[in-house]
T-cell receptor, first 110, second 114 residues
Framework: QQQVKQSPQSLIVQKGGIPIINCAYE??????FPWYQQFPGKGPALLIA?????SEKKEGRFTISFNKSAKQFSLHIMDSQPGDSATYFCAASRGGKLIFGQGTELSVKP | EPEVTQTPSHQVTQMGQEVILRCVPI?????FYWYRQILGQKVEFLVS????????KSEIFDDQFSVERPDGSNFTLKIRSTKLEDSAMYFCASIREGTPDTQYFGPGTRLTVL
């Protein structure tokens, strides 16, 4: 199965809150799990990525948690800011082709 | 920092017309991709291209679609006879050899088929 399921579809948090976006996959052959951030009218931009041999990766305010046995991974945004308001896509790949989740529209209120 | 560029930013065409979407990948990148995103939906893989040939294509990428790297810098997506449902954002992406997973996306071309 090539699907990647992402939730929630939309998320509203207050500034300083910690939005969490979840993704689940089925194909155990996937070996690379990136998160992309997309602003309106722009292309997706790579935010952070993880491989299945680690359970957590942190870059600045962004953290990926990875649960290989459950085939799930999530994005946490610490101390969220209004400038983080965007659509976030999880994805999975093996060999380059990216399979994207449905996207989460995040709104961070001042 | 080098970027993937795409032209035009917006293309309006009549149903049945041919369109060519252009991409200039980052100069030392060797793997190229086209994706599309219908308004409000997820990004979908169309085709990957390496060493001047298609390496993989999705079921969306039917006979109406073709890709080409005509001159060693540009990477093009041609839609021979556009349909209303081809209206979408089309993104080009590229990968540098040695970092096989990190895809850099262009800003996209918005295709509107009337």
């Amino acid at each position: 199965q090539q699907q990647v399921k992402q939730s929630p579809q939309s998320l509203i948090v207050q500034k300083g809150g910690i939005p969490i976006i979840n993704c689940a996959y089925e194909n155990t052959a996937f070996d690379y799990f990136p998160w992309y951030q997309q602003f309106p009218g722009k292309g997706p931009a790579l935010l952070i990525a993880i491989r299945p041999d680690v359970s957590e990766k942190k870059e600045g305010r962004f953290t990926i948690s990875f649960n290989k046995s459950a085939k799930q991974f999530s994005l946490h945004i610490m101390d969220s800011q209004p400038g983080d308001s965007a659509t976030y896509f999880c994805a999975a790949s093996r060999g380059g082709k990216l399979i994207f989740g449905q996207g989460t529209e995040l709104s961070v209120k001042p | 920092e080098p970027e993937v560029t795409q032209t035009p930013s917006h293309q309006v065409t009549q149903m049945g017309q041919e369109v060519i979407l252009r991409c200039v990948p980052i100069s030392n990148h060797l793997y190229f991709y086209w994706y599309r995103q219908i308004l409000g939906q997820k990004v979908e893989f169309l085709v990957s291209f390496y060493n001047n040939e298609i390496s993989e294509k999705s079921e969306i990428f039917d006979d109406q679609f073709s890709v080409e790297r005509p001159d060693g810098s540009n990477f093009t997506l041609k839609i021979r006879s556009t349909k209303l449902e081809d209206s979408a954002m089309y993104f080009c992406a590229s990968i540098r050899e040695g970092t096989p997973d990190t895809q850099y996306f262009g800003p996209g071309t918005r295709l509107t088929v009337l």
